[in-house]
């Protein structure tokens, strides 16, 4: 499949840049793994390597290479380092200082940054560049599974409700609603209507969405891109925005990016997070209701609808079902529910001698 217009747009290329700028304090063989993952990684993965490598050389240089600089760590160093080092490390997690902070990592993120080292580790081992991967004997943080947030049926028609007329809204909030009214109602119903990922929306552009047969290409984790469709409800409220967007003389001629900002440019990540963030507090002020927690809602829904898991992992773009099925694992209590009068445990059609 052909690439759209404008595929490296803003975002990677902000990507793209941080990635270089933080090189520059890092060890020159990093810059080398980064190039031999780069056609299988998004650019968003590769920075998130980058930071997570970044604490995991500070931390050796502080305390297994004390007096290196980490510019300055070579392969043999790297091959030095034990499971007990990595164990270590991630005990440091817990609480540790960088540029001046306190910091501390959730089980969740400490596996993360394992993951992330225990990557670099297995590329340079699989090119023969160091002969032992110590990160292989370390066990992964137990995750304790959160209970999952999501909206209920009635929650979502109120949330796209107070999206479209405004109510609750605090008075400067308000001031701004009627200029932002349709864009926030058409990204609501895209996340709530597609289950589409945050870097997904944001990166959407204009040429994305074909209405002829309502679908539109999203580019999805690793850069592998996908063609997803949605419903004449979801079309209605993009068809709306892209209408509104037409009319208005301070959209640039030759702005691509599909959802933009108050500053006309193409909306961030954390403004959308803010926008959701906003209705939803209105609606349901006891649930933590984020972009993701709009992608559950609708991944729970569909398995409703389908009781398909392969349907929703496809659909979802995981690449493996058994992300799906734990994200989802709640809705088997519609399942016990289901099942709880089936059992008869007085008379019915039971014979009276039956064993």
Do not use: W
């Not at 552009?205 to 999805?220: H, L």
């Not at 984020?290 to 409703?304: D, E, F, Q, V």
């Amino acid at each position: 499949m052909a690439k759209p217009e404008n595929y490296y747009d803003e975002r990677n290329i902000r990507n793209l840049d941080k990635i270089e700028e933080l090189l520059r304090e890092l060890p020159p063989f990093v810059e080398d793994y980064l190039r031999g993952v780069e056609q299988r990684t998004s650019t968003l993965t590769r920075l998130n390597y980058v930071y997570d490598l970044r604490i995991f050389f500070d931390f050796l240089c502080s305390r297994k290479f004390r007096g290196k600089e980490v510019a300055s760590l070579t392969l043999e160093d790297v091959e030095q380092v034990t499971d007990t080092d990595v164990e270590i490390f991630l005990s440091y997690l817990s609480n540790y200082g960088f540029r001046g902070r306190r910091l501390s990592c959730s089980e969740r993120a400490k596996a993360r940054k394992l993951s992330s080292v225990r990557a670099m580790y297995k590329f340079f081992f699989n090119k023969g560049l160091i002969e032992v991967n110590q990160t292989a004997k370390v066990a992964t943080p137990k995750l304790h599974e959160k209970e999952i947030v999501r909206l209920e049926g009635g929650e979502v028609s109120a949330l796209l409700d107070t999206a479209e007329i405004g109510s609750g809204l605090s008075s400067h909030a308000a001031g701004y609603h009627d200029k932002t009214k349709i864009r926030d109602c058409a990204i609501l119903t895209l996340f709530l209507g597609t289950g589409i990922r945050i870097s997904e929306l944001v990166g959407l552009n204009n040429e994305s969405i074909d209405f002829s047969n309502n679908s539109f290409v999203v580019t999805r984790k690793g850069g592998n891109q996908a063609i997803l469709y949605f419903s004449e409800e979801v079309g209605d409220a993009l068809a709306a925005y892209m209408a509104q967007k037409e009319e208005d003389p301070r959209v640039a001629p030759d702005e691509h990016a599909l959802f933009l900002s108050m500053q006309y440019r193409r909306i961030t990540v954390r403004a959308v997070e803010n926008l959701v963030k906003k209705y939803a507090k209105i609606v349901t002020p006891l649930k933590k209701i984020t972009p993701h927690k709009l992608r559950s809602t609708y991944g729970t829904a569909l398995y409703r609808e389908t009781g398909d898991i392969y349907i929703v992992a496809d659909v979802l773009g995981h690449r493996d079902v058994n992300t799906t099925r734990k994200h989802y694992a709640a809705i088997t209590e519609d399942h016990r529910r289901s099942v709880a009068g089936k059992v008869r445990l007085h008379g019915g059609d039971r014979p009276a001698n039956e064993d």
